[in-house]
């Protein structure tokens, strides 16, 4: 031991007899003792505490050893803690990762969607304008046309209806929008006394459907109808033959008309 250590014990000795002579007195006693009764005393007493002092610093690390045994117990569980801690921050940060990509990825499908709904919206459209196919037209000139000397066109300016658009009143032609089936009427009319009347419905080049007139004293009229198989973009109109005549007025006795009847 270390000489305060020493000296620490000797004033604790001093004391604690001092005060027990103190309590059994209750007066201050004088004792008279020789030099050497003192020193054998002292020597005896810091002899004890030094005994006692050493027990107490052997006893100390099973002591310590027991108190500290549960906080080595709890250093394995800690670490347990903050491994599984950091794998569950892993396993969340994966999943944020998951749900940014799923998130990416609807927000591509709807875009997806979303031009595929304007593209079928748009392929109904024209569904609806290629399927929904009509029109009738009649001549708008008063008097007669003819008689001509060629194979003649005729164009029914004067438009009555046309859905879808696919008669023009400029050329006097139909063009088919989708294959199908169509029908188509014409009507023609000729003053007395101005000859013959006559002319054929016309699919592209080739003669379909005719008409046919002659009197010298009475007005002339005819028709004809036709149901015609089309491809689309074939075209039909009415032409009047060489050396005839045709004749209309406000009345519009002369008409071509035509609609889809059924797409194939």
Same mark, same amino acid.
């Given at each position: ?40 005393? +002292?020597?005896? /007493?810091?002899? &004890?505490?030094?005994? #006692?002092?050493?027990?107490?610093? @052997?006893? *100390?690390?099973?002591? =310590? ?50 031009? +595929?709904?304007? /593209?079928?919206? &748009?392929?109904?459209? #024209?569904?609806?304008?290629?399927? @929904?196919? *009509?029109?009738?037209? =009649? ?126």
């Amino acid at each position: 031991m270390g000489f305060p250590s020493v000296m620490l014990l000797m004033c604790l000795v001093v004391g604690l007899s001092t005060c027990r002579a103190e309590g059994e007195d209750n007066q201050i006693q004088v004792t008279e003792t020789t030099e050497g009764e003192q020193e054998n005393h +002292l020597t005896e /007493t810091v002899a &004890e505490d030094t005994e #006692t002092l050493d027990q107490d610093v @052997q006893t *100390a690390p099973v002591e =310590a050893s027991d108190t500290g045994s549960p906080e080595k117990a709890c250093d394995p569980n800690i670490y347990m803690v903050l491994k599984e801690l950091g794998a569950l921050q892993e396993r969340q940060e994966a999943t944020a990762r998951a749900l940014e990509e799923t998130n990416r990825k609807l927000e591509a499908s709807e875009k997806k969607v979303d031009v +595929l709904n304007s /593209t079928l919206t &748009e392929m109904r459209r #024209t569904y609806e304008d290629q399927h @929904q196919v *009509a029109f009738s037209a =009649a001549m708008p000139k008063e008097g007669t046309i003819g008689p001509v000397n060629v194979l003649y066109p005729l164009v029914y300016k004067h438009v009555l209806s046309n859905i879808g658009g696919h008669y023009s009143p400029v050329t006097g032609y139909f063009t088919a929008p989708v294959r199908g089936l169509y029908y188509f009427s014409f009507s023609s009319f000729c003053w007395a006394g101005d000859g013959t009347s006559g002319g054929s419905l016309y699919r592209n080049e080739n003669k379909v459907v005719s008409w046919y007139g002659y009197s010298k004293t009475d007005p002339i009229s005819g028709s004809n109808s036709a149901i015609l198989l089309l491809q689309a973009g074939d075209m039909v109109n009415i032409r009047l033959w060489d050396g005839r005549k045709i004749s209309d007025n406000g009345n519009k006795y002369s008409t071509f008309s035509g609609f889809l009847l059924s797409p194939m």
